[in-house]
């Protein structure tokens, strides 16, 4: 890591209502409107990473003699708060809510559409 990384790095989680695998709606920024399944979360920087949205080009040195350079085109990661839950059923996107199930279990659910997340 370089210097900057770890500076800037908080020491605090941050609690996330989204999750590896949830589809998301970009709210904002060049890529606003554009949905996509998420790949990776970082909640120690507020961050997700979304397939196939915000992709940046990589230029790659040959490691071996003999291996050519390449580039790479890969997924950035985009902060928490551009981005929103999206319900697959109903083509729209809406803040999520925690609630207890009958059960006890905590669940998560849409609250434009009442639909359940997991």
Do not use: C, W
Request: proline content about 3%.
């Amino acid at each position: 890591m370089s210097n900057a990384t770890q500076r800037n790095k908080p020491s605090q989680r941050i609690k996330m209502r989204i999750r590896k695998g949830d589809t998301v709606q970009i709210i904002n920024g060049k890529e606003k409107g554009k949905t996509g399944s998420v790949l990776r979360t970082l909640p120690f920087e507020n961050r997700v990473i979304v397939e196939g949205i915000n992709l940046r080009t990589r230029h790659v040195k040959p490691k071996q003699e003999g291996e050519t350079g390449r580039i790479v085109t890969e997924e950035a990661s985009l902060h928490a708060s551009n981005v929103m839950l999206y319900s697959t059923k109903k083509k729209v996107a809406s803040r999520v809510e925690l609630f207890l199930d009958k059960d006890g279990t905590k669940k998560r659910r849409l609250k434009k559409t009442g639909e359940l997340i997991d």
